[in-house]
């Protein structure tokens, strides 16, 4: 079963509108990372936040993490046309390195 | 800084070939490497991860193998492609063992017919 999934397959909003990417998990976590793929490209991580905290921002990404419903959410204000992308939350036990990545969320953004 | 190079680019391949992918990361020494692949509009799944040179993890079994002949490099390889080896596969990168980020390459999309 997936440890981590986010929970749509697929959003789409205008330039200037804000977003919202969730994702839950399975098991405990050491740190749930959000990462973004652009179409023909590596994935590039966003925000790591760790299990002791609640909230981190980047610019105008702003990630929670909620252990308690297992849950996370990757807000974008004031989004961009080049924020269109597939964005992944990844999970870790904290063990063996190994990352999990949800199936992803495809955003996108039109003018 | 450092700098992820992933070769070939792309690759049409046909079944029951073989195939030897490579990933080169220069400005770091031993870091962690790891092997992704990604199907077609899914999800990425960790295939191997390597800590030194010489040592190589499976995370699963996809008929592929993996190896680590320098620091700085890190092979895929199999001896006999499958249809179901086509994807998107994604060399990467960490300084730290568990939750650290994760630097990726470019990626090779490989076509198996």
């Known amino acids: 079963s997936q440890l981590a999934e986010e929970n749509s397959w697929a959003l789409s909003v205008h330039e200037g509108e804000s977003v919202t990417v969730n994702c839950s998990y399975k098991t405990s976590i050491t740190a749930l990372q959000w990462y973004r793929q652009k179409s023909g490209k590596g994935p590039a991580q966003l925000i790591l936040i760790r299990s002791n905290e609640r909230e981190k921002r980047n610019g105008r990404l702003r990630a929670t993490l909620d252990t308690s419903s297992q849950s996370s959410s990757l807000s974008i204000t004031a989004t961009r046309c080049e924020d269109t992308a597939v964005y992944f939350c990844a999970t870790d036990a904290g063990s063996n390195a190994k990352l999990t990545f949800g199936k992803g969320t495809k955003l996108s953004v039109k003018s | 800084a450092q700098t992820i190079h992933q070769w070939p680019v792309a690759e049409i391949k046909a079944v029951g070939s073989p195939l030897s992918l490579g990933c080169t990361i220069k400005g770091k020494s031993s870091p962690n490497l790891y092997w992704y692949w990604q199907a077609t509009g899914g999800t990425l799944q960790q295939l191997f991860y390597?800590?030194?040179?010489?040592?190589v993890e499976s995370v699963v079994q996809l008929n592929l193998s993996a190896s680590r002949p320098k620091d700085d490099q890190f092979i895929l390889s199999t001896e006999k492609l499958l249809l179901s080896h086509s994807g998107f596969y994604l060399c990467a990168w960490s300084t730290d063992w568990g939750y650290a980020e994760q630097f990726f390459g470019p990626g090779t999309r490989l076509t198996v017919l």
């Open positions: 390597s800590i030194t040179v010489g040592q």
